[in-house]
């Protein structure tokens, strides 16, 4: 590896690590929003997305100048794929922030059914799967990524368990019909951030085996 191609490598890890925590707290304000229904908040969420969307966009073009310049094979080459992929999902999470901090703003002072479904534990989860995949790229360490995809299936069982309320809520309260949906669809982005925790912890994964374990179980 030439010492350029080193410095090139070491900017984009840098610049991916820095578009991490920026999205691991949007996530949590996300959170925060959603549990207080902070209506300021999470417009300030929704308002702040272009700023992600900018550095994503910033850090596939410096990848893809990587690669035309310097053709790195073998386990340099899986490195840069592995940062566009993780770059790539850590929009998507940002993504699924903002669609949590706009269900708040639909749901703030609506009048409420007599239902109570708390995602404290599922969005905890979710979050300390973002943060062990994010600190499995940091580390390299493919056991931590491991763990983190594992406990996928939890959080996909917590968005069931939220269905299921749901469902059994709607013939009790037709009037809030919207209001339920709308309530049941935080579950769902809180389990799409978790999907795409496991896609990095997965690409970390690749990174370290050359093994690619995606659909696997």
């Not at 499995?136 to 269905?163: G, I």
């Not at 690749?206 to 995606?214: A, F, W």
């Amino acid at each position: 590896m030439t010492i350029h191609l080193q410095r090139e490598l070491d900017r984009t890890r840098r610049m991916l690590l820095s578009l991490g925590a920026l999205t691991e707290n949007r996530f949590r304000q996300a959170v925060k929003a959603f549990t207080t229904m902070d209506t300021q908040l999470a417009r300030e969420i929704v308002e702040k997305d272009e700023e992600i969307d900018m550095k994503e966009v910033e850090i596939e073009e410096e990848c893809l100048k990587t690669l035309a310049l310097h053709q790195p094979v073998a386990i340099d080459l899986r490195s840069l794929v592995v940062v566009i992929k993780i770059n790539n999902d850590l929009e998507r999470i940002a993504d699924q922030a903002v669609n949590i901090a706009t269900r708040t703003l639909t749901l703030a002072g609506k009048n409420r059914p007599d239902l109570s479904i708390d995602y404290t534990e599922m969005a905890e989860k979710a979050g300390t799967m973002l943060k062990m995949s994010l600190d499995a790229f940091v580390h390299q360490d493919d056991l931590l990524a491991e763990k983190s995809r594992q406990m996928d299936t939890e959080v996909d069982a917590m968005r069931n368990a939220a269905y299921d309320q749901v469902k059994e809520a709607l013939p009790k309260f037709p009037d809030h019909a919207a209001y339920l949906l709308n309530l049941f669809l935080v579950s769902r982005h809180l389990e799409r951030i978790a999907d795409h925790a496991t896609n990095i912890a997965e690409e970390v994964i690749y990174m370290r085996r050359g093994e690619i374990i995606r659909h696997k179980p």
